[in-house]
């Protein structure tokens, strides 16, 4: 049960940075980043307001989301048509700057929302699982469910989609490529930061975290398929549930072990992951 509680945590982290890698072909290695910033706005909000981390999500989100906007159309948008490595290099020279301004601004120094009034535990036939934890999964999986939802049901999404299929096609009916790739980059970068509210409830932060988050972020995209929102799911339950057999057969400390070890397995044995990678959500 915790390891599936985990899952869904998992998923929401890996959900933005795979529909970011499917639609424009960018492995965007400012998504920890983004993930710890939206940690701490829910922690400062938390400190100096006593707002929850689970309203202050969507501020940290809309913050994030601006954020990636701004960096996509007036960065990345130059050298998105280049090849994997300029754009892999672009994306990790902004994390660099990202982390260190994160550090001179809120030192390394490891930080946990503390809630005043938690949820607790529930006793379900001897299982204690954690509610605020239960509560942040929920959340994670409906903040899913509606970012595939916007993706099948509106204008924008089928925009996303079209151009995730065919870019040159979408081109020739009127869609506007640079600006979907803007809107698609800024909805990963949204649920990155939303994600880490829901998530300061749950692990401590640092700006030193951010590479923790990038890397459950590639390994669930491995399990459950590159670009694919639906693998994103199926991969974070998988991860979940592996770091915490693995944590109580081999120990905690080896559970991260196990989950790269499984990580390169999977890229030999079947790189298209659980779900595939043809469809989007």
Not at 140 to 167: E, N, P, Q, Y
Request: charged share 10%; proline share 2%; aromatic share 8%.
């Amino acid at each position: 049960m915790n390891g599936l509680l985990l899952g869904g945590l998992y998923a929401c982290i890996a959900a933005g940075f795979s529909l970011v890698w499917g639609v424009l072909n960018i492995i965007n290695i400012l998504h920890g980043a983004f993930i710890v910033l939206g940690a701490y706005v829910a922690f400062f909000a938390h400190q100096w307001w006593g707002i929850h981390p689970f309203v202050s999500a969507v501020a940290a989100g809309l913050i994030t989301g601006a954020i990636g906007y701004f960096l996509q159309a007036t960065l990345i948008n130059r050298v998105v048509m280049k090849s994997v490595l300029i754009t892999l290099t672009l994306t990790f020279g902004l994390e660099l700057i990202a982390n260190n301004a994160m550090l001179l601004a809120f030192t390394a120094d490891f930080r946990k929302v503390v809630l005043q009034n938690p949820l607790g535990n529930a006793d379900i036939g001897g299982i204690f699982l954690s509610l605020d934890r239960a509560a942040a999964m929920a959340l994670s999986l409906v903040m899913i469910f509606a970012v595939v939802l916007t993706l099948k049901a509106t204008r924008m999404g089928r925009a996303i989609v079209a151009v995730r299929t065919d870019r040159e096609a979408a081109a020739l009916m009127g869609v506007d490529v640079a600006r979907t790739y803007a809107l698609t980059f800024a909805i990963g970068a949204m649920m990155a930061g939303a994600t880490g509210s829901l998530l300061s409830v749950v692990f401590p932060i640092s700006p030193l975290s951010g590479h923790l988050f990038l890397g459950k972020a590639f390994v669930v995209c491995v399990l459950g398929g590159v670009g694919s929102i639906g693998g994103a799911v199926a991969g974070g339950m998988a991860l979940g549930l592996i770091e915490s057999f693995g944590g109580v057969l081999l120990g905690p400390e080896n559970a991260l072990i196990l989950a790269f070890t499984l990580l390169l397995a999977f890229l030999v044995v079947r790189p298209q992951g659980l779900m595939g990678n043809k469809a989007l959500v």
